[in-house]
Nanobody, 119 residues
């Protein structure tokens, strides 16, 4: 069974850090580009970061560049999103998605994990 499971969300103060995990079962994450998306209440879903298959190049939204880092752990079949210097506007449900290339959103999706940045 193909499945993606996100974890690591929670409540953090502004300026704090969280690391989100996206674990796969039923397929190999290395064979896919993995994107992190987020959706805040009343807002459209937006792409946050993506790591390509093959050369492993990374891509970030301007709003998170320099604060978020996406990475793979092939041995654990997991992709991470390290989020530093978090801001209240980063509050959203975060989802990971596996696709044939970055920039798409029609692949396998996880169920999401809530990130809340608040004092």
């Amino acid at each position: 069974q193909v499945q993606l499971v996100e974890s690591g969300g929670g409540l953090v103060q502004p300026g704090g850090s969280l690391r989100l995990s996206c674990a796969a079962s039923g397929f190999t994450l290395d064979d896919y580009a993995i994107g992190w998306f987020r959706q805040a209440p009343g807002k459209e879903r937006e792409g946050v970061a993506c790591i390509s298959t093959g050369d492993g190049s990374t891509h970030y939204a301007d709003s998170v560049k320099g604060r978020f880092t996406i990475s793979r752990d092939s041995a654990k079949n997991t992709v991470y999103l390290q989020m530093n210097s978090l801001k209240p506007e980063d509050t959203a449900v975060y989802y990971c998605e596996a696709d044939i290339m970055c920039g798409l959103d029609g692949g396998y999706w996880g169920q999401g994990t809530q990130v809340t940045v608040s004092s």
